[in-house]
């Protein structure tokens, strides 16, 4: 069971570390510690949610409907495409706008509705999730309980590092060009996965 256990956490852990839309969102919340809480909760329920169906045995999903995959592939292109390029005007804009200010903040409603679309519209967490640790449990049975339930705690230990740690760089972002930095550094990485996605 022990086995069982450690091997989830670090596959899970190993996926979920990988640079990603969903990171740098999770990043940039804890940045301007804005609903950090809340981001991490979603995405953290939301991999707990999708391990426990994959361990479940239902990874077959994308082979029961042919067209879930190729619908979730195109509309993480258009969504990843369209917040590269929001993050690049951010950046030409000047980091000065983009250090909050007094109660200057996003509003919550708007963080949930992103945090969801970068968990739920990502084509890579159904693989990473539904498949690759669905199909990698099914080796530790009958300790797949086990295992996804490491797994969901790497999950939740990665982003909690990510979000609330993420104040730790506060005194670097004080400065308006590492925002702008950090903007282009995540636009690029937006239109990387768009152009990753719909080349297949």
């Excluded at 596959?11 to 839309?21: Q, W």
């Excluded at 996003?106 to 969801?116: H, S």
Aim: hydrophobic letters at 60%; proline letters at 4%.
């Amino acid at each position: 069971m022990w086995e069982a256990a450690i091997s989830g956490y670090l596959v899970a852990l190993s996926l979920i570390a990988a640079i990603g839309a969903q990171n740098a969102f999770v990043l940039r919340q804890g940045l301007r510690r804005e609903h950090v809480g809340i981001v991490v909760a979603i995405c953290a329920l939301s991999d707990a949610v999708l391990i426990t169906a994959g361990v479940a045995g239902f990874g077959t999903l994308a082979q029961a409907v042919p067209w879930f995959g190729e619908a979730m592939r195109w509309l993480g292109v258009a969504f990843l495409a369209t917040y590269g390029a929001m993050r690049f005007l951010a950046a030409r804009r000047g980091g000065e706008a983009l250090i909050p200010k007094g109660d200057e903040s996003v509003p919550l409603r708007r963080v949930v509705a992103m945090c969801l679309l970068f968990t739920w519209a990502n084509p890579h967490v159904y693989l990473d999730t539904l498949v690759l640790i669905g199909s990698v449990s099914a080796q530790y049975a009958p300790h797949g309980v086990a295992f996804g339930t490491a797994a969901a705690m790497a999950s939740v230990s990665f982003f909690s590092a990510l979000g609330f740690g993420a104040r730790l760089l506060a005194p670097v972002f004080a400065k308006p060009r590492a925002w702008v930095v950090l903007e282009v550094i995540i636009g690029c990485t937006m239109w990387a996965l768009a152009l990753g996605l719909a080349l297949g």
